[in-house]
């Protein structure tokens, strides 16, 4: 047997996330919802008092919201002691600048981190409420998009979990990104109204409300003899902060989450409305407002661009100053780098960097050069991407217009900073030119990249080759001249929702078989692998993924009318629609299946059944991504209602892909699909989400994939495709995929019938534009890499159907993952380039 026979005590000071000798291991749970008898006063005061309805005539949203409230309530107090230690201490905390945060629910997480599961379970009970009805009234907070914002809430939970002080600042978006719904199997993107019915996990400050300017101009003026320059803003907008908790797990610790709402002003011109020119009275009101309305607002015109920008400032100007208001105070400024590490989380931050200096020279009158040491100090910057058109440059015009104060300081330092590179090299005009912040072409503007890596003290890569590559490939000419500065950390999720609540069988399994603990020490999953060899613990793993399908199919049929069929292997791709990641090659996959079957090539008893899910959205102005969710679902039509695959093949796309859905498919997945071409994806977290839950891997060498390969070992992993130096030499080479349509007759037959109309009811034109890119442009490869992805797929099918096999080989993935706990990455982060000890 593979079960322990005394099973650890999880809240034993000797299993404490913070070790036997912190004192909070010592603390035992208190407060008015320490006991189920408490809980039940507790709720029953909140749903009278603060919602203003008795039990009996109470809905759903009032029982959840007075749930919420009262696991709030015992939070809270942990939260007040934290900043009152803080306020006292003065430790050197993290200040985590982020454009969106892809939080999940919170009613389970923060149930988890209290140590009050089984207490809420229990007293809703007494109360006769079942709390699944809770957990399903819950609304997902619309703050985030894609794996940068997920990430930021990883980081945040583990920040917490290892007592490391720490902010996290966004914006509170009012609509997210958008909710994607399909019409006719076309992305239609409708508004992500998260917060109709309020959000009982926030606290509004109003009080604490900055202010923060835009537009206008700058003068000089005399002050004592010094000239000095000072902005003259054209308006203003007012930023609310909402604050929420982020409590560490089991630890007593409490961090903080603030984000800011924009509000005008002078919101409302009473004279003008009794005029009777209603709109006029509240444009102002509805100007400001539009700052915060929604995640990327559509920027392919010169007001989406601008209103980006708005964004950026407005969340990165008021977190500053809200930091050195209530921080820092009325301590020495010239203390600020031994209090912070403001950390960037891509480009959208960065004009953060000439915030702070015009902060410390216009406001606080510090010379040029003190306050540039100080910003140098006070800064890092974290690149997330390889692609050229991801690393965020701003038109000196806009700039010049929206921010007139803050390009000066840019030029500033960019001028400074070229006469560094010329003294060092001479006047090189071409490793001048690019290394300037300024690019001169196609337009005069502002490389924010660049301005981020000369102004910060560290520059990291998410991961070993994507650090590499951004060293040797993207910024060389930086590495070169900033030597030391370049470092790595490799991105994590945590555990504690993407194992713990997400798959709550396997963490018992686990659990039973190496004890407690494990949480928050990840890399005790290597205890695991002598299991795989256990014939009733791979049994027993099996019945957990079992398990696992069976809820996802119960979510999907309740959700969406779909139906996950019974000994399917789950074969997923999940993640934002973008060329590079590819999924036109897995669709090119399962048409590939699609035709064989069709054709009498192949009978469909000797294909192995699989379902297919993708989940996805594409960004609202990127047309190819949206022509290529609209063929996914077309073929996914065709294939489901197509009796010859009948049992066989069947693919599902289940719309608005989010944090809650990826709770419910990542645990049920066989098959992780991570095909992005090599040397474009700089990390990904869900091809970690995958491993550790018991999925294994097709993939290209990119990104963490190369990590997870290394640890879980090429028999427990499917590679397939170039590697980057391959890429880059058919690059150079002149790629032509019109010759690997040529070559490869499985590769023809899929795209002409494609081209044929068989998907989109004889209509050729609907995916020429697909066909046609794939055919003279496909600058990323899709047709290069299909030959050796039919080929993995192939040894797939092969290895799946070894069920005891695939079982051992999936504990080994599970076992050998624990590298990718965000918990390791905070380290590293720490270690490498933060300097933040916990606060004990």
């Not at 015009?358 to 890092?380: G, M, N, P, S």
């Not at 294994?696 to 028999?715: F, K, M, S, Y």
């Amino acid at each position: 047997m593979y079960r322990r026979t005394v099973p650890e005590n999880p809240n034993s000071p000797a299993t404490h996330p913070l070790g036997a000798t912190h004192p909070l291991a010592l603390a035992p749970v208190t407060g008015p919802a320490s006991s189920v008898d408490g809980f039940v006063r507790q709720f029953l005061r909140n749903l009278n008092y603060e919602r203003g309805v008795p039990l009996s005539a109470s809905s759903v949203n009032d029982r959840y919201f007075a749930l919420a409230m009262t696991v709030r309530d015992y939070l809270m107090a942990r939260w007040l002691e934290d900043l009152r230690r803080q306020r006292e201490t003065k430790p050197k905390g993290v200040c985590y600048l982020s454009a969106e945060y892809l939080l999940g629910r919170q009613l389970d997480n923060n149930l988890l981190a209290s140590g009050l599961g089984e207490i809420a379970t229990e007293a809703m009970a007494q109360c006769g409420i079942d709390i699944d009805e809770m957990r399903a009234q819950e609304v997902e907070p619309g703050l985030g998009n894609g794996g940068l914002g997920r990430l930021a809430a990883c980081f945040i939970d583990s920040l917490a979990t290892m007592s490391v002080p720490n902010v996290g600042y966004g914006i509170r978006y009012e609509y997210g990104i958008f909710r994607q719904t399909f019409v006719d199997g076309q992305q239609v993107e409708q508004p992500d109204a998260w917060l109709t019915l309020g959000s009982p996990w926030e606290f509004p400050h109003p009080e604490g409300a900055r202010k923060v300017a835009f537009g206008g101009h700058t003068e000089t003026y005399d002050d004592g003899g010094v000239t000095r320059s000072r902005w003259v803003p054209g308006w203003h907008v007012q930023a609310v902060p909402y604050n929420y908790m982020v409590p560490g797990y089991l630890n007593g610790r409490v961090n903080t989450l603030r984000l800011w709402s924009a509000v005008a002003t002078d919101a409302f011109d009473l004279r003008i409305f009794n005029s009777g020119d209603y709109e006029e009275a509240v444009r102002a009101q509805t100007f400001a407002e539009n700052i915060s309305k929604v995640l990327y607002p559509e920027d392919s015109t010169p007001q989406g661009k601008e209103l980006r920008l708005q964004q950026q400032y407005f969340f990165v100007a008021a977190s500053i100053s809200d930091f050195l208001a209530t921080t820092l105070g009325d301590d020495d400024i010239a203390t600020l780098p031994d209090r912070v590490i403001f950390q960037l989380n891509d480009t959208h931050p960065v004009i953060a960097v000439p915030e702070l200096m015009r902060v410390l020279v216009d406001e606080r009158h510090l010379e040029w050069d003190a306050a540039w040491e100080i910003t140098k100090q006070c800064f890092a910057y974290t690149c997330h991407t390889l692609l050229p058109e991801a690393l965020e440059v701003w038109s000196v015009d806009l700039l010049g217009r929206l921010l007139p104060r803050h390009l000066e300081i840019i030029y500033r330092i960019n001028d400074d900073f070229l006469d560094e590179v010329r003294e060092r090299f001479g006047d090189d005009e071409m490793r001048i030119r690019n290394m300037s912040i300024i690019s001169e072409f196609p337009e005069r503007s502002v490389r924010m990249a660049y301005l981020a890596t000369v102004a910060g003290s560290k520059v990291n890569g998410v991961a070993e080759l994507h650090s590499q590559l951004l060293r040797d490939k993207v910024l060389p000419d930086f590495n070169e001249f900033f030597p030391g500065k370049f470092t790595n950390v490799t991105n994590g999720i945590t555990p504690r929702r993407f194992v713990r609540l997400a798959n709550p069988g396997l963490s018992e399994l686990i659990t039973e078989a190496i004890g407690t603990g494990w949480l928050t020490d990840l890399e005790r999953l290597r205890e695991l692998e002598s299991y795989a060899e256990n014939p009733d613990f791979r049994a027993a793993f099996g019945e957990v993924k079992a398990a696992n399908k069976r809820r996802l199919n119960e979510v999907l049929f309740e959700r969406d009318g779909f139906e996950v069929s019974d000994g399917h292997m789950l074969d997923v791709m999940v993640k934002r629609l973008h060329e590079y990641k590819r999924q036109m090659l897995k669709v090119l996959h399962i048409v590939t299946q699609y035709e064989s079957i069709t054709s009498g090539r192949v009978e469909a008893a000797d294909i192995q059944p699989r379902t297919f899910i993708f989940g996805a959205k594409a960004a609202p102005g990127y047309a190819m991504a949206k022509r290529i969710i609209h063929l996914v679902n077309a073929v996914g039509s065709v294939v489901n209602a197509d009796p010859r695959v009948e049992g066989r093949l069947k693919v599902l796309f289940p719309p608005n892909y989010n944090v809650t859905l990826a709770e419910r498919v990542i645990p049920a997945a066989d098959l992780s699909e991570q095909i992005s071409l090599a040397g474009k994806e700089a990390s990904g977290t869900g091809n970690m989400k995958f491993a550790l839950n018991g999925a294994l891997t097709i993939g290209t060498d990119d990104g963490a994939n190369v990590e997870i390969r290394e640890l879980v070992g090429d028999d427990n992993f499917f590679l397939f495709g170039m590697s980057e130096p391959q890429v880059e030499d058919l690059w150079a080479a002149g790629y032509k995929p019109a010759d690997f349509y040529q070559a490869d007759d499985n590769l023809r037959r899929a795209m002409d019938l494609i081209a044929s109309g068989a998907f989109s009811d004889g209509d050729k034109s609907v995916f020429e534009p697909i066909v046609s890119n794939l055919l003279y442009d496909d600058r990323f490869m899709v047709l290069a890499d299909y030959s050796s992805y039919i080929a993995a797929q192939a040894r797939v099918d092969a290895a799946y159907a070894d069920t005891d096999a695939w079982t051992r080989s999936a504990i080994l993935n599970v076992a050998r993952c624990g590298f990718f706990s965000s918990d390791r990455s905070m380290r590293d982060y720490i270690d490498r380039i933060w300097h933040t000890p916990p606060m004990l």
